[in-house]
């Protein structure tokens, strides 16, 4: 069965420290160093992603899939 929105925000996952990125102190700042290949590789996973927000009006319907991937063609 499929998790709620609630469900998959408390859902816990313990991850060693090991495997987190050691942070350092650059002057005043903290700084965590990233690995340029991973760095690029975001990067380049992020170009194929659209951020954005759409506002609608109060009470109306939401919006299907294939109606919104209309609306969003254009752009």
């Not at 951020?51 to 109606?67: D, M, S």
């Amino acid at each position: 069965s499929q998790k709620s929105f609630a469900q998959a925000v408390t859902n816990v996952c313990d991850i060693p420290l090991s495997q987190l990125l050691q942070a350092c102190v650059k002057g005043d700042n903290l700084a965590i160093p990233i690995p340029e290949q991973k760095y690029i590789a975001r990067i380049e996973a992020c170009k194929h992603n659209l951020h954005g927000r759409i506002i609608r009006p109060k009470g109306e319907t939401p919006l299907t899939i294939a109606t919104l991937k209309n609306k969003l063609a254009p752009i």
